[in-house]
């Protein structure tokens, strides 16, 4: 059985296209593997408790013995993230750029799971080389020659985290310009835009099958099942 975790950001349940590419990109996998199961963290929706962070850094050095019940349940929180990232042969991380930075709901997910053991940044990454997809919807336009060209402060910050922190073999899918059907002062834009998401798709199902691909060969390579 293989395990993809997946994480959502996005505040909108319906219309959201970085859930739109996730699930391109999931169905993609699916198709091409007979017993496939996702574990879903959907922090957009059912966003973290915003006090954990704050517990569970206070609990770190404290004896159990010590700990408030808050703290206690902080820390627990932080063992399940942790144990479902663990448990994970791929990763799929969906998070749209808001407000020029990331989720806030997906900086909590972060702070939190580095306060677990097997996660801080202290020691060596436990899911080190392994494949993941970072999706990122963005309203507008952000690349070289743009108006607000070094505007997304997300996807370098999470490029650290994912890669340099966690050690992932991390790809970026990604598109643009997903505001142009909604605001009417980017209507000059719509078909650019209609072109950029259906890449996107293009992309995410292509990752897909790419990684179903790759997944069955490390899974044959596995002693007992050649």
Same mark, same amino acid.
């Given at each position: 059985?293989?395990?993809?975790?997946?994480?959502?950001?996005?505040?909108?349940?319906?219309?959201?296209?970085?859930?739109?590419?996730?699930?391109?990109?999931? %169905?993609?996998?699916?198709?091409?593997?007979?017993? !496939?199961?996702?574990?879903?963290? %959907?922090? =957009? !929706?059912?966003?973290?408790?915003?006090?954990?962070?704050?517990?569970?850094?206070?609990? =770190?050095?404290?004896?159990?013995?010590?700990?408030?019940?808050?703290?206690?349940?902080?820390?627990?929180?932080?063992?399940?993230?942790? %144990?479902?990232?663990?448990?994970?042969?791929?990763?799929?991380?969906?998070?749209?750029?808001?407000?020029?930075?990331?989720?806030?709901?997906?900086?909590?997910?972060?702070?939190? *799971?580095?306060?677990?053991?097997?996660?801080?940044?202290?020691?060596?990454?436990?899911?080190?080389?392994?494949?993941?997809?970072?999706?990122?919807?963005?309203?507008?336009?952000?690349?070289?020659?743009?108006?607000?060209?070094?505007?997304?402060?997300?996807?370098?910050?999470?490029?650290?985290?994912?890669? %340099?922190?966690? =050690?992932?073999?991390?790809?970026?899918?990604?598109?643009?310009?997903?505001?142009?059907?909604?605001?009417?002062?980017?209507?000059?834009?719509?078909?650019?835009?209609?072109?950029? *998401?259906?890449?996107?798709?293009?992309?995410?199902?292509?990752? =897909?099958?790419?990684?179903?691909?790759?997944?069955?060969?490390?899974?044959?390579?596995?002693?007992?099942?050649?």
């Amino acid at each position: 059985m293989t395990t993809i975790f997946r994480l959502d950001a996005s505040i909108r349940a319906v219309g959201s296209q970085s859930r739109a590419l996730a699930s391109t990109l999931e %169905d993609s996998i699916r198709t091409q593997l007979a017993e !496939l199961d996702v574990v879903r963290r %959907d922090v =957009g !929706l059912s966003p973290l408790p915003a006090t954990a962070w704050a517990r569970a850094v206070q609990a =770190g050095p404290k004896a159990l013995s010590e700990r408030t019940t808050e703290e206690v349940e902080a820390a627990a929180l932080a063992t399940k993230l942790a %144990d479902e990232m663990l448990a994970a042969d791929a990763f799929i991380f969906s998070v749209p750029l808001y407000n020029y930075a990331v989720s806030q709901h997906a900086k909590a997910w972060i702070d939190l *799971l580095v306060t677990e053991p097997r996660f801080t940044v202290k020691v060596a990454s436990p899911i080190s080389k392994r494949p993941a997809y970072l999706i990122s919807a963005r309203g507008g336009a952000y690349g070289p020659g743009m108006p607000k060209e070094g505007w997304d402060h997300a996807t370098p910050w999470l490029r650290r985290i994912f890669e %340099d922190s966690w =050690g992932l073999d991390l790809q970026l899918i990604d598109v643009e310009l997903t505001l142009a059907d909604v605001n009417p002062a980017m209507a000059s834009l719509r078909d650019l835009a209609a072109s950029n *998401l259906k890449q996107a798709h293009a992309a995410a199902k292509q990752a =897909g099958e790419q990684l179903a691909t790759r997944l069955t060969k490390s899974l044959a390579s596995e002693p007992g099942q050649a």
